[in-house]
T-cell receptor, first 114, second 111 residues
Framework: DSGVTQTPKHLITATGQRVTLRCSPR?????VYWYQQSLDQGLQFLIQ???????AKGNILERFSAQQFPDLHSELNLSSLELGDSALYFC?????????????FGQGTRLTVV | QQPVQSPQAVILREGEDAVINCSSS?????VHWYRQKHGEAPVFLMI?????EQKGHEKISASFNEKKQQSSLYLTASQLSYSGTYFC????????????FGSGTRLSIRP
C-alpha cells in the first residue's frame, strides 16, 4: 500500500458525460501528479500540483481540469467524455515538487466510456 | 521529448541478466525508474541525478551517462518477481518540471 488513495476504483459512464476522480496523497506529501495510461500504453503526464498551485502541465486536454485543495487532496475533472478517454488514471504524490524525489502511485481509477 | 526505451520486450529465464536502456534527446536533470506489474500501480525503483547521486533500491543498479543522456537499468540474477513493465521517466529540471515516461519495457521471467 503506497498510502495514496484514489476513488473510485472503477467508473463506467457514457459519452458526453462529466466525471470527477479524486486523489488523497500520502500524509505529508505536498505534490500531486496525474497520469493517464491507455490500454497497454505508457504513462502520459497530465498535470502536477504543489501545495495547491499548478507546477507543471503536460498534454492535458482542454476538456480536462484539475485542482488541489487546501487539505492537499486533488481532483481531476473530465468533461464531454469521448470513447478515447477510456483509460487508467493514476495519481501520484511526493513530498515536494522536486524531480529528485520518488513518487508514490495510487492504485488508479479505471474509466470506461461507453 | 518522450524518452526512448529499449528493448520493447525481453524474455529471460530465471537467473539470467538483463539491461534496459533509456535515452533522451534533451539534457536531463534526473532519470526515474519504475516497475509496473499488470493491473497494479507503478512502484518506484530508483532515481539517478545529474552529478552522480542515486537514490533507490539497494538490489537494483543503474547508470546515468550525462554526456549521452542515457540511462541503463541492470537486472542481475533475475527472479520471477522481476516480471513486469519497466518505465523510465525523465525530467529536464530540478523543480517545476514534467516527469515524462517512456513507453516501457516488458520483462517476462520464465522458470
Amino acid at each position: 500500500d503506497s498510502g495514496v488513495t484514489q476513488t473510485p476504483k472503477h467508473l463506467i459512464t457514457a459519452t458526453g458525460q462529466r466525471v470527477t476522480l479524486r486523489c488523497s496523497p500520502r500524509s505529508g506529501d505536498l505534490s500531486v501528479y496525474w497520469y493517464q495510461q491507455s490500454l497497454d500504453q505508457g504513462l502520459q503526464f497530465l498535470i502536477q500540483y504543489y501545495n495547491g498551485e499548478e507546477r507543471a502541465k503536460g498534454n492535458i486536454l482542454e476538456r480536462f481540469s484539475a485542482q488541489q485543495f487546501p487539505d492537499l487532496h486533488s481532483e481531476l475533472n473530465l468533461s464531454s467524455l469521448e470513447l478515447g478517454d477510456s483509460a487508467l488514471y493514476f495519481c501520484a504524490s511526493s513530498v515536494d515538487a522536486g524531480t529528485d524525489t520518488e513518487a508514490f502511485f495510487g492504485q488508479g481509477t479505471r474509466l470506461t466510456v461507453v | 521529448q518522450q524518452p526512448v526505451q529499449s528493448p520493447q520486450a525481453v524474455i529471460l529465464r530465471e537467473g539470467e541478466d538483463a539491461v534496459i536502456n533509456c535515452s533522451s534527446s534533451k539534457a536531463l536533470y534526473s532519470v526515474h525508474w519504475y516497475r509496473q506489474k499488470h493491473g497494479e500501480a507503478p512502484v518506484f525503483l530508483m532515481i539517478l541525478l545529474k552529478g552522480g547521486e542515486q537514490k533507490g533500491h539497494e538490489k537494483i543498479s543503474a547508470s546515468f551517462n550525462e554526456k549521452k543522456q542515457q540511462s541503463s537499468l541492470y537486472l542481475t540474477a533475475s527472479q520471477l518477481s522481476y516480471s513486469g513493465t519497466y518505465f523510465c521517466g525523465t525530467a529536464r529540471y530540478s523543480s517545476a518540471s514534467k516527469i515524462i515516461f517512456g513507453s516501457g519495457t516488458r520483462l517476462s521471467i520464465r522458470p
